[in-house]
């Protein structure tokens, strides 16, 4: 009979726990919906209140209320059953595009205004930089760090693609379903959103209460794309104008005829340098055993049209006159035929030519705008020795090579050279030292000297160590041009050293100008008088007073005092 009891009993238990696991199942996926509700909601609020200044990682920034959010909801609040579904399903995946856009635009912008450039983002056209990234990681750390650096920017860029429609989808779902709630809330946070509007009630300094920075930002980039495409025709008027186009280039160049002109871009060498001792150091001694060597030195200051970094730039600036300040300038400007100095120094006679130890590809505009002879590269500039860091040789090397390559060869035409000095680039680590001219050789005495220098890894750990590090590039880099000058044979030498831009902001700090100096070297009188009336003093280290000049003044100023 107990048996009985027990059998006809066992059902009800069986039953029991099914609905017990079911019961546990039902709990588990309602919390995996409550989750992925909550994590689509905090997305689409980011992306929304994300400020166009300030940090992007401060939590009170979600105390923010954001009118786009106001918006959003009144419109799916507002909306018949029809007209809700037809914006779930065509309206809100690429309002989500659009605004995991414009986050990714913003914290760009916080990137290019606070760690490196000191402006903000240009969608339309900073895109065109991502190359250039790329190279400067994989010469940096190596070729599997840029490898992997694409295809974690590839996959985050995917993802948010992917999350912010989906999760303003789901946010929309939640609204429809909970209407009445959905709009008591909606009424209190547009209330809050007015109140914080009029009294500019802020959750930190210059981050208001009431937020728009959706709306801001692409106004702020649609501003841009029109200013961008007016500025391809005002600069495209810039580049047809010029003072020498048709002028015999004999006739510019007359008063350094027979003479060398070597135009030494040195990297990163900005006006912060010489805050540090040990470039005013390597200044001082400069000067002391150039003036040994016969050398006069006059110097100035320039203004660069780029900060941080885009070189090119700066060194377009120089060579054709105009203000190169963006890559869409840049790559209008080498597809025309404006004068630069190579191109002048060419037809009027002299070979010139372009050291780029850091370039390892093709580059036709060295020869379809510059006017380049010959184009010496890390391919063809004969080192052996070791890499140290984003240099994959050392400015010494780099000189010496030059000098064998192109000064020593006799008999030869007069050379024009433009030099880039890259030692000094990001990330100043490890740091070459200067070994006895007479051994440079092929390069592979410079081998044992990456493992004896301090390492990026221990460099980075510190703003100090970064600071302390640039700088001794820097001073490394003068010492390179130092030692050339005073064991190269060539006495007609004009050398043109100037900065490209200032460093990066981890190094410049907040509010840095965009200064750097520039100095003429030569051991000829006649070439110093010339530049008397540029008013530009003596020495390597201009001074507070010194003159300063918009970087494309340059040419203009050359092309008229040594007519």
Same mark, same amino acid.
């Given at each position: 009979?107990?048996?009985?009891?027990?059998?006809?009993?066992?059902?009800?238990?069986?039953?029991?726990?099914?609905?017990? /696991?079911? $019961?546990?199942?039902?709990?588990?996926?309602?919390?995996?919906?409550?989750?992925?509700?909550?994590?689509?909601?905090?997305?689409?609020?980011?992306?929304?209140?994300?400020?166009?200044?300030?940090?992007?990682?401060?939590?009170?920034?979600?105390?923010?209320?954001?009118?786009?959010?106001?918006?959003?909801?009144?419109?799916?609040?507002?909306?018949?059953?029809?007209?809700?579904?037809?914006?779930?399903?065509?309206?809100?995946?690429?309002?989500?595009?659009?605004?995991?856009?414009?986050?990714? =635009?913003?914290?760009?912008? /916080?990137?290019?205004?606070?760690?490196?450039?000191?402006?903000?983002?240009?969608?339309?056209?900073?895109?065109?930089?991502?190359?250039?990234?790329?190279?400067?990681?994989?010469?940096?750390?190596?070729?599997?760090?840029?490898?992997?650096?694409?295809?974690?920017?590839?996959? *985050?860029?995917?993802?948010?693609?992917?999350?912010?429609?989906?999760?303003?989808?789901?946010?929309?779902?939640?609204?429809?379903?909970?209407?009445?709630?959905?709009? #008591?809330?909606?009424?209190?946070?547009?209330? =809050?959103?007015?109140?914080?509007?009029?009294?500019?009630?802020?959750?930190?300094?210059?981050?208001?209460?009431?937020?728009?920075?959706?709306?801001?930002?692409?106004?702020?980039?649609?501003?841009?794309?029109?200013?961008?495409? %007016?500025?391809?025709?005002?600069?495209?008027?810039?580049?047809?104008?010029?003072?020498?186009?048709?002028?015999?280039?004999?006739?510019?160049?007359?008063?350094?005829?027979?003479?060398?002109?070597?135009?030494?871009?040195?990297?990163?060498?900005?006006?912060?340098?010489?805050?540090?001792?040990?470039?005013?150091?390597?200044? $001082?001694?400069?000067?002391?055993?150039?003036?040994?060597?016969?050398?006069?030195?006059?110097?100035?200051?320039?203004?660069?049209?780029?900060?941080?970094?885009?070189?090119?730039?700066? +060194?377009?600036?120089?060579?054709?006159?105009?203000?190169?300040?963006?890559?869409?300038?840049?790559?209008?400007? *080498?597809?025309?035929?404006?004068?630069?100095?190579?191109?002048?120094?060419?037809?009027? $006679?002299?070979?010139?030519?372009?050291?780029?130890?850091?370039?390892? +590809?093709?580059?036709?505009?060295?020869?379809?705008?510059?006017?380049?002879?010959?184009?010496?590269?890390?391919?063809?500039? $004969?080192?052996?020795?070791?890499?140290?860091?984003?240099?994959?040789?050392?400015?010494?090397?780099?000189?010496?090579?030059?000098?064998?390559?192109?000064?020593?060869?006799?008999?030869? %035409?007069?050379?024009?050279?433009?030099?880039?000095?890259?030692?000094?680039?990001?990330?100043?680590?490890?740091?070459? %030292?200067?070994?006895?001219?007479?051994?440079?050789?092929?390069?592979?005495?410079?081998?044992?000297?990456?493992?004896?220098?301090?390492?990026?890894?221990?460099?980075?750990?510190?703003?100090?160590?970064?600071?302390?590090?640039?700088?001794?590039?820097?001073?490394?880099?003068?010492?390179?041009?130092?030692?050339?000058?005073?064991?190269?044979?060539?006495?007609?030498?004009?050398?043109?050293?100037?900065?490209?831009?200032?460093?990066a902001a981890q190094v410049s700090g907040e509010g840095a100008s965009h200064d750097?100096?520039?100095?003429?070297?030569?051991?000829?009188?006649?070439?110093? #008088?010339?530049?008397?009336?540029?008013?530009?003093?003596?020495?390597?280290?201009?001074?507070?007073?010194?003159?300063?000049?918009?970087?494309?003044?340059? #040419?203009?100023?050359?092309?008229?005092?040594? #007519?």
């Amino acid at each position: 009979m107990r048996n009985q009891l027990a059998l006809s009993r066992a059902p009800r238990v069986v039953a029991d726990k099914d609905r017990g /696991h079911g $019961g546990a199942r039902a709990r588990l996926i309602g919390a995996a919906h409550a989750l992925l509700t909550g994590t689509a909601g905090l997305l689409v609020w980011v992306a929304l209140a994300a400020p166009e200044s300030g940090s992007l990682t401060e939590p009170v920034l979600l105390l923010r209320v954001p009118v786009e959010a106001l918006v959003l909801g009144a419109l799916l609040l507002c909306l018949p059953s029809a007209g809700r579904r037809w914006v779930r399903r065509w309206v809100l995946p690429p309002v989500g595009v659009v605004l995991a856009v414009l986050l990714l =635009v913003r914290v760009l912008d /916080h990137v290019f205004r606070l760690v490196f450039f000191y402006r903000p983002f240009n969608l339309l056209s900073d895109w065109r930089y991502a190359p250039s990234g790329l190279e400067l990681v994989r010469d940096a750390s190596g070729q599997t760090a840029a490898v992997l650096a694409a295809v974690a920017a590839g996959l *985050v860029l995917v993802v948010l693609l992917v999350a912010f429609p989906l999760a303003l989808r789901r946010v929309a779902g939640l609204v429809e379903r909970h209407r009445p709630l959905s709009a #008591r809330v909606l009424v209190a946070l547009a209330a =809050v959103w007015v109140v914080a509007a009029a009294t500019g009630a802020a959750v930190a300094p210059g981050v208001p209460v009431a937020a728009s920075s959706a709306f801001a930002t692409g106004a702020e980039q649609a501003g841009k794309a029109v200013h961008d495409i %007016r500025d391809h025709s005002v600069f495209g008027s810039a580049i047809s104008v010029d003072a020498f186009s048709g002028v015999d280039p004999s006739m510019l160049v007359g008063a350094l005829r027979g003479k060398d002109v070597v135009v030494v871009f040195v990297e990163s060498y900005g006006k912060v340098a010489l805050d540090s001792p040990v470039v005013q150091q390597a200044l $001082g001694s400069g000067v002391t055993t150039l003036a040994a060597q016969g050398y006069s030195t006059r110097t100035a200051w320039l203004v660069s049209p780029t900060f941080g970094g885009f070189s090119w730039l700066a +060194h377009s600036s120089v060579q054709s006159g105009l203000w190169v300040d963006s890559q869409q300038r840049y790559d209008q400007l *080498v597809t025309t035929d404006r004068l630069t100095l190579s191109r002048v120094l060419s037809r009027a $006679g002299w070979r010139t030519v372009d050291v780029v130890p850091a370039n390892m +590809h093709d580059w036709p505009e060295g020869h379809d705008f510059y006017g380049y002879d010959r184009v010496w590269d890390e391919r063809t500039l $004969g080192y052996h020795g070791p890499a140290f860091g984003y240099a994959p040789m050392p400015d010494e090397y780099t000189l010496a090579a030059f000098d064998r390559l192109e000064l020593q060869p006799s008999p030869r %035409r007069p050379v024009m050279a433009e030099i880039d000095l890259v030692s000094s680039h990001f990330p100043w680590a490890p740091l070459p %030292r200067l070994v006895d001219w007479s051994v440079v050789g092929d390069g592979t005495v410079f081998a044992p000297q990456p493992a004896q220098a301090t390492p990026q890894s221990v460099v980075w750990r510190t703003t100090s160590g970064i600071r302390t590090a640039y700088a001794q590039t820097i001073a490394y880099s003068l010492g390179s041009v130092v030692a050339w000058l005073s064991h190269t044979r060539d006495d007609n030498l004009v050398v043109l050293m100037l900065g490209d831009h200032q460093p990066a902001a981890q190094v410049s700090g907040e509010g840095a100008s965009h200064d750097v100096p520039v100095t003429l070297l030569t051991r000829d009188p006649s070439v110093t #008088r010339r530049i008397a009336n540029w008013g530009w003093q003596d020495g390597l280290a201009p001074g507070a007073d010194a003159p300063v000049w918009p970087m494309n003044a340059l #040419r203009d100023r050359i092309l008229t005092s040594f #007519r």
